[in-house]
């Protein structure tokens, strides 16, 4: 289901505070290839824990700088819940980061590179004052850009009926559809941010189209790097070296997005008269959160905590 | 690991291998497939991110600095008491210029009283109605915010923010809404809604005795409510109210934290619950102590029973924050002197002894601590 079609108030919650969650996952019952029989798939998913953790904590310190030009108070709430949302996503993916370690395949190889190209970079350059804000605006555009992309994965991944088919591993499931309940449930805020603050068209479009075109090769990249890594798979599955056309036999199946679903996120970004809030469904993933294991036992832990310290 | 720029893995904070510090420094790209040469593909965006800096920096802003946002003023056009000790208040806007802010049930709006007491109300009328607003406050004993609020009178005007949602009405095949007391406010609208569109709901509201609860008239006439007066019934029963749910039915619960907790315990893994926010933790044994805002900066005093970051906001408005309860990290700043007593659970990031979580972290009676701000 993909919730494009208008929507009457109650499909729709709107001005959400948005909060973060201090969840938590025990990966020690889990298996590497987290979709029993699928290590292609699993590891197209899996780029993702290699790209988040690094990208998620450049978004936060992008967003504190911003902090400071923001007039508008809703706006700042918005930008401060998403803040904290985003430094939790960082850190519950780079526990599976560890996992992955645990099991033999060490990412750190690739996830340096993309340390390096986010705190180096893209990160704080030497520049003079108009070009410093000019250097944050173009941050906030590329966020706002690949904020678009979380947003359809987000929904992509809680809309996977056929990963629960497939058997896969229930924590994973859970943080993955955490994650991308929190990213639907905040898909508005970086592009608002972006339009706040400069809003300049041009920026905005050639921020997407890099951001599109490096996520596109990173990924395949990531795909290549563990499989060639995999002390299981050691480069092959069943004996064959893995091949693109895999990537839409497996989008076909389910169990993983589809390049085309993917391809047209660019389009639609760049249409005039886009927002986030036209695509995907809060409703959704509002329910998501309210049923997820690890938010409802952060949730819990958080009222217990409050209780403890009310005198 | 071999580079000396790493720290070692049994260094390294709260047990995260691949935490931020890790990837603190990282190196330049080499060859992921493959001999020990440079990455072509990442030397390549990185040379055309150079590029493209110059290009972009050059381009000015899409449109100039916005001027801050306007507050919302309302005036007080009615101050009615339901039950002795609730204040049932009817906001209009405080000039005539067309509708207040839409809303949901669910939205509750910030009254500000002061920008020091700013208490949060759920909205409690009639969604379609966008002339008014309606709020219902309990006097809390000692309470500063409901007593100004029951003080009241019409043409009072105060100032709002909002409407925002902490507590979303979703869509759900059914519904078991459940209210404690005042918490019956934010239920109210969701009931007339679900009651309007025809979606089977069943609402259990609790309190202390029917004279102290308000709002009882307006609960729809033949639909399946409970009223369950804990002088009638006992103490409430999360067993007896939750029983089991249909599957796909959505559990909303409003009311009395030991309430919410029994309820949230009560209900399965297959039901979705949803509870409103609500403000953090308040401090638990703090003293008194200084903060020094950089080097050469302000000296704030951070009372006993209130953070450092309450303190510093005042100062700093535009510090940097998220959860207020210590596990984000958002409002970690560099420590520079003193000795801080760590009230936070950094989830991976800088090692301990080297920042600050403004939120949470504190010091001893009279201590002085200097922070990077």
Redesign the interface.
């Known amino acids: 289901m993909t919730a494009d079609a208008t929507h009457s ?3 729709e ?5 948005l ?2 969650r ?1 969840v938590q996952f025990d990966w020690s019952r889990s298996d590497l290839h987290w979709i029993p029989n699928e290590p292609f798939a699993t590891h197209v998913i899996n780029v993702l824990h290699l790209l988040l ?2 990208g998620e ?1 450049w978004f ?1 310190e992008v ?2 700088q911003a ?3 923001i ?4 706006l700042r ?1 918005d930008v ?2 998403f ?3 985003e ?2 996503h ?2 519950a993916h ?2 599976v ?2 996992h992955m ?1 645990a099991h033999g395949l060490d ?7 993309i ?3 986010f ?4 990160g704080d ?1 030497d ?1 003079p004052p108009g ?1 410093a ?3 944050l ?2 941050r906030l555009a590329i966020i706002a850009g690949i904020e678009h992309y979380t947003a359809v994965l987000g929904q992509w991944v809680l809309d996977a009926k056929e990963l629960d088919a497939a058997g896969a591993d229930e924590t994973m499931l859970d943080l993955l559809r955490w994650h991308g309940a929190e990213e639907v449930e905040h898909r508005a805020v970086a592009h608002d941010l972006y339009t ?8 905005r479009t ?2 997407m189209a ?1 951001a599109a075109g ?1 996520l596109t ?1 990173l990924w395949v ?1 990531g795909v ?2 563990l499989i ?1 890594n995999d002390p299981y798979l050691k480069g092959r599955i069943d004996g064959r070296r893995p091949k693109a056309s895999w990537a839409l036999r497996d989008g076909r199946r389910g169990l993983i997005p589809h390049v085309g679903r993917l391809a047209r996120a660019v389009p639609e970004y760049l249409r005039r008269g886009y927002h986030p809030s036209h695509h995907g469904s ?3 993933a ?2 998501y959160l ?2 997820s ?1 690890a938010a ?1 036992a952060a ?2 832990a ?10 | ?1 071999t580079d000396p720029l790493r720290p070692d893995d049994a260094d390294l904070p709260s047990g ?5 510090e890790y ?2 420094r ?5 060859s ?2 493959g001999g020990r040469g440079p ?1 072509r ?2 030397y390549g ?2 040379a ?3 590029r ?2 110059p290009v ?8 100039p ?5 306007p ?1 919302l003023r309302a005036r007080v056009e009615r101050v009615t008491r339901p039950v002795p000790d609730v204040a049932e208040i009817v906001l209009v806007p405080e000039l005539p210029e067309g509708p207040l802010p839409a ?2 049930p ?2 509750h709006v910030d009254v500000v009283l002061d920008p020091d007491t700013v208490r949060q109300y759920s909205l409690c009328g009639d ?1 379609g109605d966008r002339s008014r607003y309606r709020i219902a406050v309990r006097r809390i004993p000692d309470g500063v915010g409901s007593s100004r609020l029951h003080a009241l009178e019409p043409g009072d005007v105060i100032g709002l ?6 507590f ?5 095949e059914r519904y078991l809404f459940v209210a404690g007391g005042i918490g019956v406010t934010p239920i109210l609208p969701m009931v007339a ?1 679900a009651h309007r ?1 025809g979606v089977p709901f069943r609402v259990v509201y609790t309190g202390r005795s029917r004279a102290s609860m308000p709002f009882l008239d307006e609960l729809p006439e033949g639909a399946d409510v409970t009223v369950r007066p804990d002088d009638e019934y006992g103490t409430p029963d999360a067993d007896a109210i939750v029983r089991d749910p249909a599957p796909g039915t ?1 559990v909303y619960v409003c009311g009395p ?2 309430l ?2 029994a309820v ?2 009560r209900v399965g ?7 409103e ?2 403000s ?5 044994d703090g003293r008194e102590f200084e903060i020094r805002l950089g080097e050469d900066g302000p000296v704030v005093t951070v009372p006993a029973d209130e953070t450092a970051l309450d303190v510093i906001r005042r100062v700093r408005p ?1 510090t ?4 207020r ?1 210590g ?4 409002c970690r700043v560099g420590l520079l002197r003193g000795n801080p007593e760590h009230r936070d ?1 950094p ?3 800088s090692p301990r002894g080297e920042e600050f979580a403004l939120c949470v972290s504190r010091a001893a009676e009279g201590a002085h601590i200097v922070v990077d701000l």
């Open positions: 108030p109650l499909d919650p709107d001005r959400l505070v909060h973060a201090d953790p690094e904590r936060v967003f504190k902090v400071p030009h007039t508008d108070d809703r709430e401060l819940g803040i904290g949302q430094a939790v960082a850190e780079a526990g980061l560890d370690d990412p750190t190889p690739y996830v340096e590179q340390a390096w190209l705190r180096i970079v893209l350059r520049l070009r804000q000019s250097w605006s173009t706040h603050i400069d809003g300049g068209r041009t920026r050639v921020a890099v490096a090769t990249r290549r790097f060639a809060t409703a959704q509002v329910a309210a049923l294991p409802r949730e819990s958080e009222r217990a905590a409050t209780r403890k310290a009310a005198p | 690991m995260v291998k691949h935490s931020a990837y603190a990282p190196r330049p790209p080499v992921l497939f990455d593909y990442m965006l990185g055309l991110a150079n493209l800096v972009l920096g050059g381009l000015g802003p899409g449109h600095p916005l001027p801050p946002s507050g809303w949901q669910g939205h969604p923010r909002g409407p925002r949602n902490a979303p009405f979703a869509r759900a809604h569109a959505a934290p030991p919410i907790a949230r315990a893994p297959e039901n979705p619950v949803f509870s926010r609500f953090p933790a308040p401090v638990v535009q940097p924050y998220s959860c309860q596990f984000c990290g958002a659970r989830t991976g990031g």
